[in-house]
């Protein structure tokens, strides 16, 4: 019978061996993951629910030493055997399995110890088995073809071939609000590219990247090639500037993100650093589906999500029945306890957020913006926001709000649309919704986003296809193959005849 995803071997960490809580308020002991072992480490940190307060569980928090046997271990496992791409495939699609088979233990854990509802945790676990079994295809995917080398007088004979090697450590440095997907999306491509990765999950959320660290170990993963360092900024900063990375993928925001890039200096790097993301509503926009899709992106994760709809632009025939039909569906949007099943919006992650969001939308209303629903918050929530004639001169103009606040403008033509979509200086994507296809290829050639989702908002992802910012939203796309690609170097192997 296989070991159970949760049961982490006693004998490796010298404590008792912890389950994972089937609900908030269990204290649980969760040691760290370094090098293939689970350790603990003289510092613990509480794991919190930011709903209730309650106790999810206690996490043994990295500090250098750690730090340092993760790097250590990596290092000589790069030194070992090339790692067979059949067996890296192997385990990520055995993890992709494990994930599954406890799909229900994942989403739990998930809800209680981050922002999300259980049924957006439930999306997002299946999510994550997807994208190991993209990773599981990348690290079997085809040769890297290279030209001719015989291209010019005097080469004749010449032959070149192209291989793909691993980077070397990756660093992944994740973020609260996908805490196992975006963990997925970083570990997934870099093991099948055949390297060894070091993740630094975000404090508020370290659980759900210790269990599928569990997944992977128990899907056969070699040791060295995985760890997971629950921990604070400092340890993070040590590792970006450690030589012995090699390369660091960042998600979060643009202050953090400038930081991360000037540590790291001349490493690769691949950054997500988000943004602001619009959704435009042609004249021949069919409200009934575009609404609840509207709602349900810039409502989700309760706007905590790096493809939120932070702008809805609206032709201008359509502009009042579309304002009605969203002032009523935001007031509709159900908060509640995130274990109820018909609960549609969680909390933000701290009282620190729940303030900078109050402070964005009270400055926006002090700049001549109006508040047509929400405005306000409920205990740790901010309440689902709808604006309207929001200034230039408003902080949330410029900024990502990262929470639950839509902003509604008028337009008369898409020439006006683009100009006012593009002002944000570069982001990740954009919605469009039109039935016009000359329309759509118009905007998606002129919109200034990394990606243009037609017909649907610009919280809509394909986990295969490249996903990355224009702009200060970031450099280099994620997407497993392209990613798994940018974590490879290329080598060159030239032949010259040296024989009559």
Partial sequence: MRESLVQLQARDTGRPTPQLPPSPGRDEYWPLFAGGSWSPSDHVAAVTDPDTGDLVGQVAMAG?????????????????????????????????????????????????????????????????????????????????????????????????????????????????????NLVAHKVGPALAAGNAVVVKPHERTPLSALLLARALSDAGLPPGRLSVLPGDATIASSMIADPRVRFVSFTGGRTVGARVHRTAGLKRTLMELGGICPTILMEDTDLDLAV??????????????????????????????????????????????KSREDSEMGPLIDAAA????????????????????????????????????????????????????VGLEAFDTASQAIEMANRSGGGIQAGVFTRNLEVAETLAAALDFGGVVIGGTSDRRSDALPFGGTGNAGHGR????????????????LMVPTGP
């Fill in 64 to 180: 250098h030493a750690e730090a340092e046997a993760a790097l250590a271990a990596a290092v000589r496992t790069m030194e070992g055997p090339r790692w067979p791409a059949g067996e890296r495939a192997a385990v990520l699609d055995g993890a992709a399995e494990r994930i599954g088979d406890a799909g229900e233990t994942f989403a739990r854990l998930i809800a209680a110890e981050g922002i999300k509802t259980i049924r957006e945790a439930r999306k997002e676990v299946a999510r994550a088995a997807h994208t190991l079994r993209l990773s599981a295809a990348a690290a079997l995917g085809p040769a890297e073809a290279a030209p001719p080398a015989d291209d010019r007088p005097g080469t004749a004979g010449w032959r070149g071939f192209v291989h793909r090697q691993p980077v070397g450590v990756v660093l992944a440095i994740t973020p609260y609000n996908d805490p196992l």
């Fill in 478 to 493: 994620e997407g497993v193959g392209y990613a798994a690609a940018a974590m490879a170097e290329l080598k060159t192997v």
């Fill in 354 to 405: 729940l303030q900078r969001v109050s402070g964005l939308v009270n400055n926006a209303h002090d700049h001549g913006a109006i508040v047509l629903a929400g405005g306000d918050t409920d205990g740790p929530r901010y309440l689902p926001t709808l604006l309207e004639n929001l200034p230039d001169s408003a902080d949330l103009s410029h900024e990502e709000v990262f929470g639950p606040v």
């Fill in 292 to 337: 609840p899709a509207l709602v349900d992106g810039a409502f989700g994760a309760a706007g905590q999500n790096c493809l939120h709809v932070q702008r809805i632009l609206v032709h201008r025939s359509l502009y009042a029945e579309a304002r009605e039909r969203l002032i009523e569906a935001t007031t509709l949007v159900r908060g509640g306890p």
